[in-house]
């Protein structure tokens, strides 16, 4: 939806191959497992060496994948603290992070987001990746926010949902509805903050960029 195919496949032909992260996304792919795009990824990578954050937190680990990719994209003295509340995802993200180098810098908290990220201090991190369950992204923002530094980022993933939020409601299935309204809703309060400024990128399926001012 966001990319023509073609767009699609040339920028990947750009991509500099890595083996290591190559075989986690193909097995990933296998199991039908969702991690970021590969356009999100070359997005996050060119963010994180703009930013250069000293602390890095993301709200929805999955298997690891993004998680790890961003230590590689960042010195060794920063550390990545990831929230995964399914147990099943949480394990395989453990046994990826100790079979890399990397892992060690990465601290798995396997507890519901909505139960961590009150807890969390405020101004203690440089940089927030969203990429958890996309209908609870609106209840985790205060947080999210409170919990930056000035001038720090938040990326907010699938924000498009592969271009439904651009859909009229009654378009759509009625499964849909709920996720199309809060999506919409994230969206509008996003842009309307005045403690911050936010960008939507039409990359991957669409990226809400927000700093903190």
């Known amino acids: 939806m966001i990319y023509d195919e073609r767009i699609r496949v040339f920028l990947h032909a750009q991509d500099r191959p890595d083996p290591d992260f190559d075989d986690l996304r193909r097995e990933a792919e296998a199991d039908r497992i969702p991690i970021i795009r ?7 990578h060119v963010l994180l060496e703009l930013k250069k954050p000293g602390s890095i937190l993301e709200v929805g680990c999955g298997t690891g994948y993004s998680s790890l990719r961003m230590a590689s994209y960042t010195p060794s003295h920063v550390q990545i603290t990831t929230i995964e509340k399914d147990p099943l995802r949480a394990a395989r ?5 100790s079979g890399s ?9 396997e507890q519901d987001a909505a139960s961590v990220l009150p807890a969390l201090a405020d101004a203690s991190y440089g940089f927030l990746f969203m990429d958890a ?3 609870q992204y609106l209840s985790f923002l205060p947080h999210a ?5 000035p001038g720090g980022v938040l990326v907010s993933d699938n924000v498009l949902q592969d271009g439904m939020i ?22 509008r309060v996003l842009k309307k903050r005045e403690d911050a ?17």
């Open 166 to 187: 651009l859909e009229p409601r009654t378009a759509l299935e009625h499964r849909d509805r709920t996720i199309h309204a809060r999506m919409r809703e994230y969206l």
């Open 145 to 149: 926010l409170r919990v930056l530094e």
């Open 93 to 97: 993200a453990r046994s990826i992070f």
């Open 101 to 109: 180098p990397l892992g060690e810098r990465i601290r798995l908290i």
């Open 197 to 213: 400024v936010t960008s939507v990128i039409p990359v991957g399926d669409g990226a809400a960029v927000t700093v903190k001012i």
């Open 38 to 44: 590969k356009e999100m990824e070359s997005f996050l």
């Open 133 to 135: 369950a996309k209908g």
